[in-house]
């Protein structure tokens, strides 16, 4: 402060514009210069973690700037002396408040710059999944360190409240326990990794389709009638679910089948054979035949038919359906021009004779 300045209102608002308007001029500066210094620590360093940090930190420090800024043309006048002890007690408030954004905003980075870099290469998609998660717990917790020393700062008293937080949280946990227990059951199915998102599942007792979303508080599936089923997530932890696309989207194909007795076994199993490869062959719906061959076997002695099934194989849950479609329709009609029948339902019945004797008739 100039010697002329003090005791003078209008110097020492001169005086105070001067501070304040430098404190600006610094901040404007301040962030193209991070700017520039985070360039080239990227260039000269193998890691973008450097530059991550500095474009973290260039905010909060224009912020720290402008709050030092105004604090020092507040105090420099002599005309506010009465309420310096509410400056000093408002200016670390603000330096408590841009020092947690800070502190937010360089954890922020780090766990994305992680994600970016560092989740990719581990192999495992269990880091991926939980680091929305870790972002929102870590975010919470700083802003809430932040909140409990600004009060403290403010004269009110932490301790009562941090008792009345600790009962008015047993009752809060009581109250939401259905949602707490949906939202730790979502993080074990995350990182269990046993289903995810584009899986055809099926609950035992309950629905099946595709799942849409796996939320923190609930798992969308979409069923094969287009509807969007939501299932919380502690129900889902507790069924047993059946995963169609683990460990292989891949689907067997079983097509029931039945010939006449009069049939040649021997030339039934050739036809069913050949005529499999073929689709297999000839439909992208089916698995190539050189990884898989249709197996063909018979099972048993039915009312009318020898009954067997063909086993084949599908890419996934809908082509299975396309396969045993086709399979169906080309045995049809190479059965028809095998001359390979299909019986009707036969049945025989026996009436007595008069002479005590039974004879079959059809």
């Known amino acids: 402060m100039p010697e002329f300045a003090p005791g003078s209102p209008l110097w020492e608002a001169v005086v105070a514009a001067i501070v304040l308007g430098t404190a600006i001029v610094v901040a404007v500066l301040v962030h193209p210069l991070l700017t520039r210094v985070a360039q080239g620590l990227a260039r000269r360093t193998t890691t973008t973690l450097d530059d ?8 909060p420090l224009v912020l720290l700037i402008l709050v030092q800024g105004v604090f020092l043309a507040l105090t420099i006048t002599s005309y506010l002396d009465p309420w310096q002890a509410y400056i000093q007690r408002a200016w670390l408030t603000a330096v408590l408040v841009v020092l947690f954004y800070g502190l937010q905003r360089v954890a922020s980075a780090l766990i994305r710059w992680y994600g970016q870099e560092v989740a990719g290469r581990t192999g495992s998609r269990l880091d991926e999944k939980l680091l929305p998660l870790v972002r929102r717990f870590v975010t919470a917790l700083i802003y809430g360190l932040g909140a409990l020393l600004i009060l403290d700062n403010l004269g009110i008293k932490i301790s009562p409240l941090l008792a009345g937080l600790g009962l008015g949280g047993i009752a809060v946990a009581l109250a939401v326990q259905p949602t ?10 995350v990182a269990d990794g046993s289903i995810g ?7 035992q007792g309950g629905p099946m389709g595709d799942v849409v979303e796996i939320g923190w508080r609930s798992t969308k599936i979409q069923t094969p009638q287009g509807n969007l089923v939501i299932i919380p997530n502690g129900k889902l932890v507790d069924s047993i679910v059946t995963n169609y696309q683990s460990p292989t989207p891949e689907v067997n194909v079983f097509v029931n089948c039945g010939v006449a007795y009069e049939s040649d076994l021997e ?3 050739v036809v069913c054979v050949e005529v499999a490869k073929e689709v297999m062959r000839e439909l992208p719906e089916a698995v190539v035949a050189k990884e898989f061959e249709p197996v063909v076997r018979f099972r048993e002695f039915g009312e009318s038919n020898i009954n067997f099934f063909v086993l084949l194989r599908g ?3 809908l082509d299975a359906m396309k396969v045993q479609h086709e399979f169906m329709k080309r045995l049809q009609a190479r059965f028809a021009r095998e001359g390979i029948e299909i019986n009707y339902p036969v049945r025989k019945l026996v009436y007595p004779l008069q002479d005590g004797q039974r004879t079959p008739r059809p």
């Not at 998102?197 to 609950?203: K, S």
């Open 315 to 317: 890419k996934g849950r």
């Open 267 to 269: 030339r039934v199993e």
């Open 197 to 203: 998102a584009g899986d055809f599942i099926e609950l």
């Open 52 to 59: 991550v940090l500095v474009q973290a930190v260039a905010r």
């Open 180 to 189: 707490l227990s949906n939202l730790i059951a979502g993080a074990f199915v």
